[in-house]
C-alpha cells in the first residue's frame, strides 16, 4: 500500500471514531510531506507562437488610436447570473449573528431567470457602462429579427455616453477576448467575431445613422488564451464582484439599482476614479440565427494581413474598402 492509499485508508477508518480524534490518514500524509490543498488554476493552454506579437498590435493600435482622440472599448461578458435570494460570494459586514439568509440549492427560479451582464469599458475616460440582459447572451445580427444583445450593448452605451463623449469620432476600436475554439461557439464573445468563424454572427455593415457607433470600426482580438488580460476584467468586472459581495441579486432591478443607494453595479468606484453606469435591457434576442452567405458577401470587412481572423475593420459600404483604418 503506497502513501497515498494509507492516507486514504487512514481517514476513512477515522470517520468510525469521535470527531475529536485527529486524523490517522492526516498523520501519515504530513510526515510524508502532503498538505491539504485545493485546486490551482494555472494552466492556460498552449500558448499561440504569435501571442507576444499580437499584443503588441493591440497596444500599437491602441495607443494611436488614443493619441488621436478617438474611442476605444473593451468588451465581453461577465458571468451570468442566478436572480433571487441566492447566495453572492464574499463576506460583508452585518450585525453580529445575523447573516443575510438565502436559498440552500441554486436551482433556477423560472419566474426570475438569469441576469446576463454586457460590459462597455472606455479606456480613455476609464468608465464603464453594463447592459443587464434578460433574455439570451446572444450575437445575432441587427439585420435579422431581432437586434443582438452584444452589438445593442454598444449601440446603449455610444447613445447614452459614447457620442457626447467624441463629437469628432471617426472609427470606434473594439478589443475583445477570442471566441470559444468549437465550431459555431456561442455567446456575445463569439459573435464579436474576432478569433473564430463566429465573425458571421457579429454586425453586418450597413449605412450609419444618426445614434449609431461611428464607422470603421476596427476589431481586435486577444491571442487564445490570454482573456484575463483583457481590459474589462481587471479594470471592471472584478470591481463590480468585489461591490456586490455576499449581496444576493434578488431581483432585475436591484442590480442597476432601482433607487438612490441600491445600486449593485452602477455604484462600484475605484481610488483611480472609475465610474460606472448601468442599465437594464428587456430586449429579445433569439439564439439559433443562422447569417447567409450572402448577408456575409455584403460586409465590407477588410483583414489584416497579420491574423486577419484576428484583425479586421468593418465599414459601411458606403466607404471604399481603402479607407479602413487597419491596413
Not at 502532503?34 to 498590435?57: I, M, V, W
Not at 458571468?79 to 447573516?99: I, M, S, T
Not at 443582438?148 to 457620442?163: E, L, M, P, T, Y
Amino acid at each position: 500500500m503506497d502513501l497515498q492509499e494509507r492516507a486514504t485508508a487512514g481517514a476513512g477508518a477515522a470517520g468510525a471514531g469521535p470527531p475529536s480524534e485527529p486524523h490517522p490518514g492526516g498523520r501519515i500524509a504530513q510526515c510524508g510531506g502532503y498538505s491539504l490543498q485545493a485546486n490551482c488554476k494555472t494552466t492556460e493552454g498552449d500558448s499561440h507562437p504569435d501571442r507576444d506579437a499580437q499584443f503588441a498590435r493591440i497596444n500599437t493600435q491602441v495607443a494611436a488610436a488614443l493619441a488621436e482622440k478617438q474611442p476605444v472599448i473593451s468588451v465581453d461578458t461577465k458571468k451570468k447570473e442566478l436572480v433571487g435570494d441566492f447566495r453572492n460570494n464574499g463576506r460583508e459586514y452585518r450585525p453580529q449573528g445575523n447573516p443575510e439568509e438565502v436559498r440552500v440549492h441554486d436551482f433556477l427560479i423560472k419566474e426570475l431567470g438569469r441576469a446576463v451582464p454586457y460590459g462597455v469599458y472606455d479606456l480613455a475616460a476609464n468608465s464603464g457602462w453594463v447592459s443587464v440582459g434578460v433574455d439570451h447572451d446572444t450575437a445575432a445580427p441587427c439585420s435579422l429579427p431581432g437586434a443582438s444583445f452584444a452589438v445593442n450593448s454598444i449601440r446603449q452605451w455610444w447613445q447614452a455616453v459614447g457620442r457626447t463623449r467624441y463629437p469628432e469620432a471617426t472609427r470606434l476600436l473594439i478589443t475583445a477576448k477570442p471566441a470559444p475554439a468549437k465550431a459555431g461557439g456561442g455567446g456575445s464573445n463569439g459573435g464579436c467575431g474576432c478569433g473564430n468563424a463566429n465573425f458571421r454572427s457579429w454586425p453586418p455593415t450597413r449605412p450609419r445613422h444618426r445614434g449609431q457607433p461611428p464607422r470603421p470600426s476596427p476589431g481586435q482580438a486577444l491571442p487564445p488564451g490570454t482573456s484575463k488580460w483583457n481590459k474589462i476584467e481587471h479594470r471592471l468586472f472584478s470591481f463590480i464582484s468585489q461591490n456586490w459581495r455576499a449581496k444576493p441579486l434578488v431581483s432585475y432591478r436591484v442590480i442597476p439599482g432601482s433607487s438612490p443607494g441600491t445600486e449593485l453595479i452602477s455604484a462600484t468606484t475605484t481610488k483611480t476614479g472609475l465610474t460606472v453606469r448601468c442599465e437594464l435591457d428587456t430586449g429579445q434576442y433569439p439564439s439559433g440565427i443562422v447569417v447567409s452567405d450572402a448577408e456575409m458577401a455584403a460586409i465590407n470587412i477588410q483583414r489584416a494581413e497579420f491574423h486577419g481572423e484576428w484583425n479586421y475593420t468593418i465599414s459601411p459600404n458606403a466607404y471604399p474598402p481603402e479607407c479602413a483604418f487597419i491596413s
